[in-house]
């Protein structure tokens, strides 16, 4: 779960930036930001599952 | 053992890529940093739960009241979450919001204080004559 996760992302943020190096050489800004928003938008949710099991994991230990 | 390893791995090998995608995507790596940062807690937690259990079974048998003993796990659990927190947004350069959340915890936490030290001072006056 832990390593890949981790890897996953990494290439993400990779592959987002190639492709936005070759939209920026069709002339095709506003898709270049567009891309930008959604590779942030899909590791946010990443990060919301993993903080929700953070805290679900957190409440049942420490017995909130 | 293993754990060490395998905790110190990711963290190493999540700010080397933080680092290479930060030239390209600096949002992206700062959102990498705080994935990494919640896998090793995540990680950790199992061990906490083992400490916990522990002293949870030495309060019992020293028979002390668990209202006190809850009440110091909460405090720790506020900590956790707040330090998590806390350092992303210090990270970042964000130190506005970063101190305004260590107030948050601070709060919380003296709010969770007051019963024991009601408790305390009930006490005392009683030893007074």
Known sequence: MDIDLVFKIAGLGILISVFN???????????????TLVGVIIVLMVIIQLINQLFTNVRSIFGF | M??????????????????????????LSLLLSIVVGLIILLLLLSRIAVIIDVMENLATKANI???????I???????????????ICEDTG????????QLAGRIFIMILGIPIML????SVMQLLP
């Open chain 1, 21 to 35: 190096m070759v939209l920026k050489q069709a002339e095709k800004e506003e898709q270049a930001q567009m891309l």
């Open chain 2, 2 to 27: 293993v754990e060490i390893i395998q905790i110190v791995g990711i963290g190493i090998i999540g700010t080397i890529l933080a680092v290479v995608i930060k030239q390209y995507k600096p949002e």
């Open chain 2, 65 to 71: 009241d668990l209202i006190y003993f809850k009440t």
């Open chain 2, 73 to 87: 796990l909460k405090v720790i659990a506020i900590s956790y979450i707040t330090e998590f927190a806390y350092k």
């Open chain 2, 94 to 101: 964000q130190h506005n919001i970063a101190m305004k959340i």
């Open chain 2, 119 to 122: 408790a305390i001072l009930e």
